[in-house]
Nanobody, 126 residues
Framework: QVQLVESGGGLVQAGGSRELSCAPAGRTFVAYSTAWFRQAPGKERDFEFV??????????YYADSVKGRFTVSGNSAQNTVFLRMSSLKPEDTAVYYC?????????????????WGQGTQVVVFS
């Protein structure tokens, strides 16, 4: 089991920006795909795919709801995946989770992912 450690959550005003980060403890992201999911308040059974990065080929994927506002990127030297969130809206309020799967492409389904972080909360207030 790979432990994913997330950071960067907090309070942010609508229209502002926030950056989340996720790193694997004792492992690298080589040959992994990583994704960000979120769980909005009152939707505890609904994990929404937000964005993903295939570390093998650099391909990125985004949900329509965040396209143009969020950017997912990876830094090999830091062994960290980032989610840069801009133009934040109150509806972006959620617990954000980092997930990873070995030797597979990014998928929007949570069942694909083998490893998960503990989640980091982002609250966007207007």
């Amino acid at each position: 089991q790979v432990q994913l450690v997330e950071s960067g959550g907090g309070l942010v005003q609508a229209g502002g920006s926030r950056e989340l980060s996720c790193a694997p403890a004792g492992r690298t992201f080589v040959a992994y795909s990583t994704a960000w999911f979120r769980q909005a308040p009152g939707k505890e059974r609904d994990f929404e795919f937000v964005a993903g990065l295939n570390w093998n080929n650099g391909n990125t994927y985004y949900a329509d709801s965040v396209k143009g506002r969020f950017t997912v990127s990876g830094n090999s030297a830091q062994n960290t995946v980032f989610l840069r969130m801009s133009s934040l809206k109150p509806e972006d309020t959620a617990v954000y989770y980092c997930a990873a799967v070995y030797h597979a492409d990014v998928a929007t389904s949570i069942e694909v992912y083998e490893h998960w972080g503990q989640g980091t909360q982002v609250v966007v207030f207007s």
